[in-house]
């Protein structure tokens, strides 16, 4: 009875919810349901979710009394695409900015919190206790302070990860600190295991800073120490103003009313004079639980389908799903150039252990891996000259699937050239990875790792 209740429940569950899950995950459930139903299914309501349902209606029309201008630039089959996804309409900027290294990224958020004036929001995965968490503190007590509502969003695992200490001195000067989905006290269940990834600092919902950067020392400059290990990291962040920030705002209010449990919030409608936003076209892609579809890993498949030039990736992790593996490995085989870019090490060795079997694929079939020496924490995809994806998101299957993950879609031929270049200029410190035969027992552990892979 236990054990029919627990399949029924499952099913039930994953027919209602659509959590599509991966093949390994499906059979690993339905196995330990049936056959451990007493231990899986606690497990399940703590776990088994992959889809979180939500209005999201914020995000799928423009802000009242926001001006979005009609758009010309986004090439129709993309725009087709991501309205059937339920995407957030295409935006415009008045202002982009890349930044070139961790000591840019820095004076970019600094300058960012310093221009609130009215409202500042901060959703991060991590906030440590070390120099620039304590620099990043220090402005957001004095802003606090200053008469400005200052939010902080952050991840549950990554506030642990962090340490508690810095939370304290923030509430004291009046800053709002919510964790998302706590995995120790989690009133959600069958949440604990979706982790919030994006990265977003919004000033004022005019100003957006955002990347991969989660906000620690390692990621911007590196600590004052000559010992390696405190080596800065290679990171991709940038900053963009104008309509594209109210979206940005947008999608802050959804998942702090989501981790807040309250009433929906409204972005205040801002006006801007008319003719100070450049032709440029940029697309919101959020991607997570609380989208329908599973977004981004859609639009990532779709285009390296279509692709006839180039796919420029780079990203700390790869452990692709069977699909787009598939999309990159048939684009390097009718002659598109592919070029990864991964750390020779990364911080997470069964990420690195799960890769290698689709590193050789892609080699063989005529794909070009590159293998930094440092640590790189980058996210960015190229497509020919038609897109550039940059943001949170990885590419492994945890964050396509699992985490609620956020990317800022580039239409315009110049910023999508200044990814491309970004990603070339670090090449160029990278070696050619070359491909050799595994063993058979380094291929049966690279298996037993990537069956494990989903749940990275």
Known sequence: ?????????????????????????????????????????????????????????????????????????????????????????????????????????RQSLIAV?????????????????????????????????????????????????????I???????GVQVTKFVSPFQSALPGRTNLRNHRKMVIADSERVWMGGRNLAAEYFEGESTTREKNAPWIDLSFDLSGAIARQSQDQFNQDWTFATQTHPIETAPTHQAHGTEVPATVQWLPSGPDQAEDTLYTLLVSRCFAAYTRI?????????????????????????????????????????????????????????????PHMIHAKAVVIDDEIALAGSANLDERSLFLNYEVMVGFYNPRDIEQFAQWIERHRQGAQLYNAQPPGVMRELGEGMVRWLAFQL
Request: contains cysteine.
């Open 113 to 165: 919190i310093e221009s609130a004036s009215v409202s500042l929001d901060l959703c991060i995965f991590l906030l440590r206790h070390d120099v620039l968490g304590q620099e990043v503190a220090w402005h957001l007590q004095q802003k606090a302070q200053q008469g400005v509502r200052v939010r902080l969003l952050i991840d549950g695992v990554g506030a642990w990860l962090g340490g508690h200490m």
């Open 1 to 105: 009875m236990v054990t029919a209740l627990a399949l029924g429940i499952y099913l039930a569950a994953s027919h209602s919810l659509r959590q599509r899950r991966h093949p390994s995950a499906a059979i690993a459930w339905f196995l330990s349901l049936a056959l451990i139903p007493y231990v899986a299914l606690p497990l399940y309501f703590l776990f088994g979710n992959r889809k979180v349902p939500r209005q999201l209606s914020g995000l799928h029309a423009p802000s009242a009394g926001a001006d979005h201008p009609k758009v010309h630039q986004v090439p129709s089959r993309i725009q087709s695409l991501t309205r059937a996804l339920g995407l957030p309409p295409s935006s415009t900027y008045d202002r982009f900015t890349l930044h070139k290294d961790g000591s840019q990224a």
């Open 167 to 173: 939370f304290r001195s923030l509430k004291a000067a």
């Open 312 to 372: 420029l990736a780079v990203s700390p992790y790869f452990v692709p799903d069977a699909t787009l593996q598939m999309a990159l490995t048939l684009a390097a085989r009718r002659g598109v150039t592919v070029d990864l870019l991964l750390p020779r090490k990364s911080n997470h060795h069964l990420a690195d252990m799960a890769r290698y079997a689709a590193l050789r694929e892609l080699s063989a079939a005529g794909a070009r891996v590159w293998l930094l």
